[in-house]
């Protein structure tokens, strides 16, 4: 939703940085593996340990990195390949169950049974796309629902970061809605793949 609504003024951004890294020698497939590594260090290097504000500053940065590798594959001489679409979606599950991952540990160590709430918002971030997956394998479109990749990312990251300003209750707010709009996008994408079939 967020996505679809933002990606033609953001494109126009950002392809100017992309131009610059094809030159520099990058590719889109190197973008996407070093911003993920990144991700995953700095949150299970700053959440666990209760750092929440500069470690959501910090894997916003990296994350950032998922825009340009789109970008720079757009504009390439090569393209898009298969190979990269597939590495794109295979690491952004890495990146963004690392996130969750990473609280759910912090969570654990306080003895808050907010940790829960966190593996089920994991369990519904992974079937999300892996609905999708499996629909379009069968030959059904199936890219709806209320909460997409970009929505439960921010809806994570503002929990953290707010956690992390001393905001009281942000982090529990943040697991309920990612463990409900989860829920609901599961039931939706399930719904187009009855509905088709």
Partial sequence: MISDVLKPAVTRIISPVARFFLRIGLTPNSVTAIGALCVVCSSIYFFPRG???????????????DL????MARISSQGASKWG?????????VSDS????????????????LSIIYLLAIITGMLIPYIRAKAESMS????????????????ALVGTGLHGLGVSYALAASAW????LGLVTTCQRL???????
């Fill in 51 to 65: 750092d929440f504000f500069i470690g959501t500053l910090v894997i916003s940065f990296f994350m950032l990195s």
């Fill in 191 to 197: 719904l187009i793949v009855k509905r088709a079939i």
């Fill in 98 to 113: 690392s996130i969750l991952f990473a609280v759910c540990v912090y969570l654990i160590d306080q003895n808050d049974h």
């Fill in 140 to 155: 059904i479109a199936c890219s709806g629902g209320i909460a997409e990749r970009t929505e439960r990312a921010i809806i």
């Fill in 85 to 93: 679409g597939f590495l794109d979606s295979t690491v952004d599950r």
């Fill in 177 to 180: 809605l990612l463990a409900i």
């Fill in 68 to 71: 340009f590798d789109g970008a």
